[in-house]
């Protein structure tokens, strides 16, 4: 089996070394030659729970890469990218491919939709990753890969995904791509804003009464939207669970700004406000955050 990682962030990163560490033939599509040669060079360093391992994996800039001869793709770019992105290599995509989509928020199912091949996953991650270099991720939190068929049961992608599981990087199948994705972003608007904004890590939200009790706020105005009718309080707990084990993270999207880049606002809290506006639903905690971003990132 033959998998391409597209992406050379800290997500691509760390799929490439435990896609590799499970003894699959892995290939790395970076968006620049640049990163490319310096894979190449110099392989992936991993750094996990106090070890450090260094991979010889292959890399190719992705408008080089030979994607029609991947078994499976990996699309590891940021949400507001992926349109970008498959537009690039569409006239390259076969239909035996199976192909896993690993953005936040949930504007990339629409470019999933418009797919025709039959083997789509839709997955999450909840581990943690700091891309400190070109080559290099720190392993910030052990999490694990959910995932779920987009369009039906495929058994060659569920042999994949079972392949990749390992003991330091549990995969787990679900049965909704919907409560994948939902669970995530319910995750991701009660997190990644408030640490945005506030310049603090995850787990400081918990330790503050005010910033705990924004944080519900923001929860009661995303979950009444879930289209499943879920379990509040599993959903809530669920959200403070992740909230303690990355508690010494910083947010993707606290670390796009400072570093004054995109965030991935859109297609989180974007799609939140969009969603509620076509259901005559009032989020004003929501709304607020996302024009706080928004405001935030046209300073750059």
Known sequence: MKSMIIGGGSIGLLMAAYIHQAGVDVCLCTRTSKQADALNADGVTLHAEGITKNMSIHSIQLDQAPIEEADMLVFAVKSYD???????????????????????????????????????????????????????????????????????????????????????????????????????????????????????????????????????????????????????????????????????????????LRNKRRTERDSILGYLVRLAQSRNVSIPFIQFLDQAIREREHNF
């Open 82 to 256: 992926l349109h970008t992105v498959m537009k690039q290599i569409a006239p390259k995509l076969k239909q035996h491919q199976v192909l896993l989509f690993l953005q936040n928020g949930m504007t990339h199912v629409e470019e999933a939709s418009q797919l025709e091949n039959p083997s789509i996953g839709i997955g999450t991650l909840s581990h943690g990753a700091l891309r400190e270099s070109a080559t290099v991720v720190r392993h910030t939190g052990v999490g694990e890969l959910r995932w779920a068929n987009y369009h039906k049961s495929s058994s060659f992608l569920t042999e994949m995904m079972t392949q990749m599981n390992q003991e330091d990087f549990v995969v787990k199948e679900e049965n909704s791509w919907q409560e994948v994705l939902w669970s995530k972003l319910l995750v991701n608007v009660c997190i990644n804003p408030l640490t945005a904004l506030t310049g603090v890590k995850n787990g400081d939200i918990l330790a503050s009464v005010e910033l705990k009790q924004m944080m519900r706020n923001v929860f009661e105005e995303a979950i009444q939207l879930h289209p499943r009718n879920p379990d509040y309080i599993i959903q809530w707990e669920k959200v403070l669970q992740v909230c303690k084990q990355t508690s010494q993270n910083q947010s993707s999207m606290l670390v796009d």
